[in-house]
């Protein structure tokens, strides 16, 4: 954390124990918000459905962490400080205003964290804007190079240097606008057809011919195999709170989990909660009993074609000027 090597005393070892110490101090010290942490990021949070009383407990949260560096002889540098408010909408009455040492601190509508680009709406549009530019200059690439290569190697190098764009932290975005999951689609589209250099069969018959499914679908089997996971307690514990289950007493493998009731179709639908919960449900019993995840892997990639798994705005029939058809939108 470069706040903190700013301000370490001389001939001082900054390390993973002093770190711990660091963190596990902060804790104590935060009265009404959390901290997340990861290696050197650090990131704290609260939630709150006024805003001016985020913007009074930031500030109060920010006295005690300022108190704390300058008592342990160190400086928090503000200047690479910054904050943003979810909401849903933009109408705040009054702006808000953080300080560090009576600077003002920076409010921005997205900030990147760990490589995901965050947007005070959590649409994610910026952050697949910007792994499908990223892939697209890849693409480009292999367009190049494509006349010289098999088609063997040009399928490697797509799948290993332009889809795998698309599997990083595919949990958080996945439920993104139509808009945003067409522009990925046609990333993929156009990757499909130099991989097999074809320009006349349609996208549903590319994957067909390579035995593979749209990014979304693909996404929906990874969150299917995390809920797998946690059910069998290969994850951290707080991701088994997303999810109950019907009944917590009998074994969860071939239990149903509760759907959450959104407040609200925009905010409440497209959650890992209710949609990892409602296509758990969707899978049969027998997928879900499968004693590894590897075997649980292939049974869904074995039935995908038969088994609708998901029930979201992506999944579902539009027609332009018509909208959704048969669906909660």
């Known amino acids: 954390m470069d706040e903190i090597k700013q301000g370490v005393p001389q001939g001082s070892i900054l390390g993973p124990l002093f770190f711990n110490i660091f963190i596990n101090d902060l804790f104590f010290i935060m009265k009404n918000s959390q901290i997340c942490n990861y290696a050197d990021d ?5 939630k709150d459905k006024d805003t001016d009383q985020i913007t009074i407990k930031l500030n109060q949260e920010m006295n ?14 503000g200047r690479k400080c910054k904050f943003m408010i979810l909401e849903a909408k933009n109408n705040r009455p009054n702006k808000a205003i953080m300080t560090i040492n009576n ?17 005070s709406q959590l649409s994610f549009e910026k952050h697949i804007k910007i792994i499908c530019k990223n892939a697209g200059k890849k693409l480009s690439a292999l367009a190049r190079l494509a006349p010289y290569l098999d088609q063997t190697k040009k399928i490697l190098l797509m799948k290993t240097f332009i889809l795998s764009y698309f599997n990083y932290c595919p949990l958080i975005w996945m439920f993104c606008s139509r808009k945003s999951n067409n522009l990925i689609n046609s990333i993929h589209e156009r990757a499909l057809r130099i991989a ?3 320009q006349s069969l349609t996208f549903t018959e590319l994957l067909q011919k390579d035995n593979s499914t749209t990014i979304h679908q693909l996404n929906i089997h990874k969150l299917l195999i995390e809920i797998f996971k946690t059910i069998h307690n290969m994850n951290p514990d707080f991701m088994k709170e997303l999810f109950l289950a019907h009944t917590s007493s009998h074994n969860l493998r071939s239990s149903h989990f509760v759907v959450s009731r959104p407040n609200t179709n925009r905010y409440g639908l497209d959650t890992l909660t209710h949609r990892g919960s409602s296509s758990w449900n969707l899978i049969s019993n027998e997928i879900k009993a499968s004693n590894s995840v590897r075997s649980f892997q ?3 990639k ?28």
């Open 298 to 300: 292939q049974s869904l």
């Open 103 to 119: 600077n003002p601190l920076e409010e921005v509508n997205e900030a990147k964290l760990l490589g995901v680009t965050l947007d």
């Open 42 to 46: 650090n990131s704290i949070w609260i």
């Open 64 to 77: 005690l962490i300022n108190k704390w560096f300058k008592d342990n002889s160190m400086i928090l540098n």
């Open 196 to 198: 097999y250099d074809n």
């Open 302 to 329: 074995n039935n995908y074609k038969e088994a609708k798994l998901c029930n979201c705005k992506l999944c579902t029939e539009f027609l332009p000027n018509i909208g959704y058809l048969n669906s909660q939108y």
